[in-house]
């Protein structure tokens, strides 16, 4: 494949620590990226299992796993309301996740599957303007961020990085574009107006996490695009900081 075919494909990663976050950062704009032709692949870190409810007895390993297998079909069902494709779980502990250099491999390893242009994932850096919000910034969530950027350079691109990986057939590739949800600064809005109600579609998807406040998430939700949107003349809008990969 040549460097110009590599620009123009339309193949977008959204890489993110747990089950449904990709949907509250940025389910308009895969959506809308979805209609204008892109496919689009999830990479979820954890493998979801602290999400279970907040009054639970029983955290044995066997409560884990079954809280696991209900965020992955929540997950899939998100995915098909956004016509997202595939999904690759790599299942580390939810909760402990680190920015380690396995993690970094992992998340190489898939984006040499992928080869994608864009990369959505989560900031590593917390934000202190106008004031620490507590709850904001989960653990994993910044080392995904993290390891994500890491991985997206240089080591993606890198045939010295990871040798291993050209003897599993997965040659150099260089992201394009790299969008960051929650980044300190946001540079770039996308404009999520008619793919607002598919949004909250994909999140009512998350039946285990959401369903039994959907009422309050559904009304920040709608407050905090509509906040994004009204900065950049739009109803709704989700914004990221976008970095290039020259
Ligand atoms: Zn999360």
């Known amino acids: ?18 089950p449904d976050d990709a949907e509250f950062m940025a389910a308009g704009t895969i959506a809308t990226w979805v209609a204008d032709g892109w496919t689009v692949h999830y990479l979820i870190c954890t493998d979801g299992a602290s999400g279970g409810p907040d009054d639970a007895e029983d955290v044995s390993p066997e409560a884990r796993r079954a809280v696991t297998t209900t965020r992955k079909l929540e997950q899939r069902a998100a995915c098909d309301v956004l016509g997202v494709e ?5 299942d580390y502990r939810d909760g402990e996740l680190q920015s380690t ?3 970094r491999r992992d998340i190489v390893r898939v984006l040499r599957r992928y080869r994608p242009t864009r990369v959505i994932c ?7 303007t ?33 040798p291993e990986l050209l003897q599993e057939g ?8 790299v969008y960051f949800s929650g980044a300190p ?23 285990s996490q959401l369903a039994a406040h959907f009422d309050e998430i559904e009304a920040l939700i709608r407050r905090r695009t509509a906040e994004v949107g009204k900065k ?3 109803a709704f809008a989700e914004e990221f900081h976008r970095a290039e990969n020259r």
């Open 1 to 18: 494949m040549t460097e110009q075919e590599t620009e123009e494909r339309k193949v977008a990663l959204v890489v993110v620590a747990h």
């Open 86 to 90: 595939d999904i690759v779980f790599l």
């Open 101 to 103: 250099l396995d993690l």
């Open 122 to 128: 989560e900031s590593p850096d917390r934000t202190w």
């Open 130 to 162: 106008p004031g620490y919000v507590i709850g904001a910034f989960h653990p994993d969530h910044l080392a995904a961020g993290q390891a994500t950027i890491a991985a997206v350079y240089p080591a993606s691109q890198n045939p010295w990085d990871f």
């Open 170 to 177: 997965l040659l150099p590739h260089k992201v394009r574009e």
């Open 185 to 207: 600064t946001a540079n770039v809005a996308v404009d999520i107006s008619s793919m607002f109600e598919r949004k909250l579609a994909a999140l009512r998807a998350h039946t």
């Open 232 to 234: 950049h003349d739009m």
